[in-house]
Every structure is written in structure tokens, then in C-alpha cells.
């Protein structure tokens, strides 16, 4: 299976990724090749100099010349390194799963059936009370609590600019959370019992 993560910056990020593993290895194992020099990934560092302003930007003044200078120095990294390096992984996993969520739900569904997973899951866990007691609540008070439901599971809104949605035509109703807030207490009970 082959992921396709669309964007150039998620495979600057696994550059990235590769490095924090190499830098760990060298540490916890014995990390030197037989020159007695510390291991780079394969091209990793032509990669990332050659993305050097990119990473700069994105990563607030992150300048990869100077995370492997202190590499190979056997430095421990730096604050901004280690700073650069755990946003990357987390960039990295948030492009394959978003890259996995495309691949695997494509109906609208599929998306809605694992909202509705998520909120009984919040809401119920075997016992409808939860959901008596937030539907006690006026509706947005309700709205506000299946949106919380709903983001802790990972749901997003996605923001023009930085994240595309699972695709196109893909994604929940605008107003799912409204409509779902405003169902009687019966109703949710029944849609819940059936997801």
C-alpha cells in the first residue's frame, strides 16, 4: 500500500523524522559507521539544505546547517532542534493519517457513522445518563458538548489555508452538530443505540 501525502513539506518532515531516529540510535546504540563517524540517513542532509528556507520559515528560524553540525559533533540537540524535530513527527503523523482517513472513508457515510461512534462514545458508554444529562442543557450548551465530543475524537474544522479536508465532497454537514443538538433526547438515544 502506498500512502500519498500530497504535500512536499510531509516528506521534508520524514526527512526530519529520520534524523531524530538517527540522532536516538547513536546515543542508545552504537550509532557510528565503520569510520567511526556518526550515520546520516541517505541523502537526508541534501534534502533538507536544499529546503533550507522552508524549514526556516515553517519551523520559526530552524536552520538544519546547525542541527548537523551538532550531530556530528555528537552534541546533544538544542532546544529549537528538539523543538523542530517533535513538531515535524507530529506534522509527519498528522499527513499519514490524514493521508489513511482518505483512503479508507469515502462516503459521507462512513464519516457520519463515525461521529456518531464518537459521540455515544463520550456520551453513553453503556449508560444513556450522560446524554439525559447534557440534553437537560439548552441547545448550545449541547452544541458545545458534541463539538468537544467530536474534537477529542478528531474531528477538526478544517482551516483554508493549512488542511484539506478527507476530500472534496467529503465531510460532515455544516450544521450536523446543530441538527443533532436540537433531536429530542428520545431520538439521540435510538440514532446512538443504533451507530
Not at 60 to 83: C, M, N, T, V, Y
Amino acid at each position: 500500500m502506498k500512502l500519498n501525502l500530497e504535500c512536499k513539506d510531509s516528506f521534508v518532515d520524514f526527512e526530519l523524522l529520520k534524523i531524530l531516529v538517527a540522532w536516538r540510535n547513536q546515543h542508545v546504540h552504537d550509532g557510528l559507521n565503520s569510520s567511526g563517524e556518526f550515520r546520516l540517513p541517505d541523502g537526508c542532509e541534501a534534502i533538507l539544505l536544499a529546503e533550507k528556507d522552508m524549514l526556516a520559515k515553517r519551523y520559526g528560524g530552524f536552520d538544519p546547517s546547525a542541527l548537523f553540525h551538532h550531530f556530528i559533533q555528537r552534541d546533544a540537540p538544542k532546544r529549537k532542534e528538539i523543538i523542530t524535530l517533535v513538531s515535524a513527527c507530529q506534522n509527519f503523523v498528522r499527513a499519514i493519517d490524514g493521508a489513511l482517513l482518505r483512503q479508507s472513508v469515502t462516503r459521507n457515510s462512513d464519516l457520519q457513522s463515525i461521529a456518531l461512534a464518537t459521540i455515544k462514545k463520550a456520551l453513553c458508554r453503556d449508560n444513556p445518563a450522560e446524554i439525559k444529562k447534557v440534553w437537560g442543557k439548552d441547545t448550545a450548551a449541547r452544541e458545545r458538548r458534541l463539538r468537544a465530543a467530536l474534537e477529542a475524537g478528531g474531528f477538526s474544522v478544517p482551516e483554508p489555508e493549512t488542511e484539506a479536508p478527507l476530500s472534496p465532497n467529503l465531510s460532515l454537514p455544516a450544521d450536523f452538530i446543530e441538527n443533532f443538538a436540537r433531536i429530542s433526547v428520545q431520538q439521540v438515544i435510538e440514532i446512538l443505540n443504533a451507530a
